[in-house]
């Protein structure tokens, strides 16, 4: 057995804890993880939710029972972070911030079916944010377009642009941009098999998902923005 971090939970050559302090928020972050996203080596909502003092990650596809979640929704302001023609941009807002801003963490695909069978959260008023660069998934996984962010760069830019001050999150962001880059080494390297290429995406999960939401390619873009 590696010896794994106990923060992160990645074996220590990859951990990146070194350099990523618990940064505080006004928001409530709150991560709604659809389950074969947690499989895949680099989890973007895990490292978001160590990185954030004000955080908690609930992981499923449909959330309508759940307690939890539909009790936040409810917090009056809340807001989803999801792009589209009737997103506003989170910059605009930034005088009176959402309590509770949710983020949706898996591919596009995966991302419209949790919000299809969760009614209530696909209802919440949008915040979008305006990604100005490449993803850090560059080189590791496809993203529809070439400003389309991950996850964790998602929600670090709409904090920054609530909070007003974008250098408090920038260590999450550089993080995630390091664990990238020990992935993608070790793809290119001597300890790339073919199980490693392979396996981890055909195990089926319990609960019956149909043929969609199979296990998707580590490439299939995420549901940032």
């Given amino acids: 057995m590696r010896a794994c971090c106990t923060r992160c939970l990645r074996p220590a ?4 804890c070194d ?3 618990v940064a505080a928020s006004r928001t409530r972050v709150v991560l709604l993880q ?3 996203e947690a499989r895949l080596a680099i989890c973007s909502a895990w490292l978001t939710r160590i990185a954030l003092e004000n955080a908690e990650l609930h992981r499923g596809v449909s959330f309508e029972a759940d307690p939890r979640v ?3 929704a409810r917090t009056p302001g809340a807001a989803l972070l999801y792009p589209g023609p009737e997103a506003t941009p989170a910059r605009d807002v930034a005088a ?5 801003l949710f983020a949706v963490d898996g591919t596009w695909h995966q991302a419209g079916k949790m919000l299809r069978l969760s009614p209530f959260l696909a209802a919440l008023p949008r915040l ?3 990604a100005g660069r490449p993803s850090g998934y560059t080189g590791l996984r496809a993203e529809p ?3 389309h962010l991950s996850t964790l760069e998602a929600v670090a830019l709409a904090l920054g642009d609530l909070e007003g001050d974008p250098e408090r999150f920038a260590p999450m962001v550089a993080a995630f941009h390091r664990s990238v880059a020990l992935q993608l080494a070790c793809a290119r390297g001597e300890r790339r098999t073919p199980r490693h ?3 981890a995406w055909r195990d089926p999960l319990p609960g019956g998902e149909d043929e969609q939401d199979r296990p998707h390619d580590p490439g299939e873009p995420e549901a940032g923005v």
Avoid: M
């Fill in 13 to 16: 050559e990859f951990c990146v």
């Fill in 34 to 36: 659809h389950p074969r």
């Fill in 128 to 130: 979008s944010v305006d």
């Fill in 145 to 147: 377009g070439a400003v």
């Fill in 19 to 21: 350099g990523l302090p």
């Fill in 197 to 199: 290429r392979g396996e």
């Fill in 70 to 72: 539909r009790e936040l």
């Fill in 96 to 100: 009176h911030p959402p309590p509770v």
